[in-house]
């Protein structure tokens, strides 16, 4: 089955820098990659997404990039702030049968040092 | 975005009873609802895919007659945690899809998740 890493599980980043977390997957079949982010006790939200037939995508400071022949695909946060302090999930979606199955990778917890 | 609503929030019970966890779509139809489990500082681990009128299918690993599960309409999913214990405990969390059957290699719908706001269960 579909297996998602996710690198690195831990970033501390100032106020201001740019965040980058990378994801790979295992099975090339899969082609929809959402990234989400998480607060503490609340659903995830999904901040961006990629199929597989584009190679980037941007929205403000949050833009995604895959490269399908690596199987990886990478989150970059810009200008961070504070409130960007979360844990981030990846994604990849695999079509099973009938409908699309969603593997989370294993998470990224971004805190922003004012 | 799409409403999926998820009852109760949080529930405390003691060992041995069953939980009952609703997730509902409210403004659209969900073909496919999905159940997650996410212990603390963890990723949230699917457990299984249910399809509104047919069985749902089971991760490796989870416990069909432990987590039963079903979607008897296309806007409503249970899950009940039978006998629960401390182990169970868990923030269990839902999530819909509306997209229509397709298949492989046809243009692509969205596929977006809604997710339900989760249950935290809490077994003594």
């Known amino acids: 089955g579909e297996n998602v890493e996710q690198h690195p599980s831990t970033l501390s980043v100032q106020e201001g820098d740019s965040a980058v977390i990378k994801c790979t997957y295992s099975d090339s079949a899969s082609n929809y990659f959402p990234w989400y982010k998480q607060e503490l006790g609340k659903r995830p939200q999904l901040i961006i997404d990629?199929?597989?037939?584009?190679g980037e995508k941007k929205d403000q400071r949050i833009a995604v990039t895959l490269n399908k022949t690596a199987k990886h695909f990478s989150l970059h946060i810009t200008e961070t702030q504070p409130e960007d302090s979360a844990v981030y999930f990846c994604?990849?979606?695999?079509?099973?049968?009938?409908?699309?199955?969603?593997?989370f990778g294993p998470g990224t917890s971004l805190s922003v040092i004012p | 975005g799409a409403v999926v609503s998820q009852h109760p929030s949080w529930v405390i019970c003691k060992s041995g009873t069953s939980v009952k966890i609703e997730c509902r779509s409210l403004?659209?139809?969900?073909?496919?609802m999905f159940w997650y489990r996410q212990f603390p500082k963890q990723s949230l681990m699917l457990m299984a895919t249910?399809?509104?009128?047919?069985?749902?299918?089971?991760e490796q690993g989870v416990e069909k007659d432990k987590f039963l599960i079903n979607h008897a309409s296309l806007t409503l999913s249970t899950l009940t945690v039978t006998s629960a214990h401390p182990e169970d405990s868990s923030f269990y969390i839902c999530?819909?899809?509306?997209?229509?059957?397709?298949?492989?290699?046809?243009?692509?719908?969205?596929?977006?998740?809604?997710f339900g706001s989760g249950t935290q269960l809490s077994v003594l």
């Open positions: 994604a990849a979606s695999i079509w099973e049968t009938s409908y699309d199955k969603v593997i």
């Open positions: 999530s819909a899809s509306s997209q229509p059957h397709r298949r492989r290699g046809k243009a692509q719908t969205n596929e977006k998740l809604f």
């Open positions: 990629i199929r597989s037939n584009v």
């Open positions: 403004d659209f139809q969900a073909t496919t």
């Open positions: 249910s399809n509104e009128g047919s069985k749902a299918t089971y």
